[in-house]
């Protein structure tokens, strides 16, 4: 299958972004007109990780969020369940593990911080995800959640979700090995919870304090929490 619905079966998901892995990187920069490296480096700095701490990325890909994260100093883990993205990020020099972000491969209690950028819309389950990201977090750790949203300016709100529904495919078609996923990602972003009804889902899944800074008008948020110590 080339193209996930919205009701998420994981096999299609994972085959989804095997399809895609080969240009995914080029692709997301010409579609956010190179606004996905600003994204990046706000994640890096809101999660503010330290030298020598341990800490996931989830939903990784070709992980190049994942080579932002490690500048830090910390030693960060690049986990995805598409093997397509992890092969085509393979050149990257970091620690990449295939893994089911509602069944993640670590014991309890393993990471500092843990983090899932513009992934946590493909776990089937994403309430289970974040309780999953939850179990793996030693008590007191950090989760930054950098997502799509919705924007908060009502006019660009408008031409935004035009851009998501027709452009975005239409521009696909040109720079992905994959068009026919970005009509999923466009309709997925669009069925995504705002910013406070995720910030919801996030304190009731194993976390407290959830909020959230918007990034680019709310076309994307950074969600932050923390574990009960």
């Known amino acids: 299958m080339s193209r996930a619905d919205l009701t998420k079966n994981p096999r299609d998901v994972a085959s989804m972004f095997d399809g895609v892995g080969k240009n995914y990187d080029i692709t997301n920069t010409v579609l956010t007109g190179g606004i996905d490296h600003y994204w990046r480096v706000r994640t890096a700095k ?46 990257r020099d970091v620690p990449k593990v295939c893994g089911d972000g509602m069944q993640l491969p670590f014991p309890d209690n393993t990471f500092d911080s843990v983090t899932i950028s ?40 408008t031409f935004y979700k035009e851009y998501l529904m027709r452009a975005l495919p239409q521009i696909a078609k040109v720079v992905s090995s994959n068009p026919e996923a970005y009509v999923y990602l466009a309709e997925s972003i669009r069925a995504w919870p705002n910013q406070a009804e995720l ?27 923390t574990k009960p110590a």
């Not at 974040?130 to 799509?148: I, M, N, S």
């Not at 910030?199 to 929490?225: C, E, K, M, P, Y």
Request: with cysteine.
């Open 118 to 157: 513009f992934g946590l819309r493909n776990i089937v389950d994403y309430k289970a995800g974040l309780a999953e990201l939850a179990r793996v977090t030693k008590p007191g750790g950090q989760l930054t959640v950098c997502e799509f949203s919705t924007p908060v300016v009502p006019v660009f709100s």
């Open 199 to 225: 910030a919801r889902d996030i304190n009731a899944s194993g976390w407290v304090d959830a909020g959230w800074q918007n990034l680019t008008f709310g076309i994307a948020a950074l969600h932050s929490a």
């Open 46 to 91: 809101r999660l503010n990780l330290q030298p020598g701490q341990k800490a996931l990325d989830l939903a990784a890909g070709t992980a190049v969020s994942t080579v932002e994260l490690t500048k830090s100093g910390a030693y960060v883990v690049a986990c995805d369940f598409s093997r397509g993205m992890l092969k085509a990020g393979a050149h």
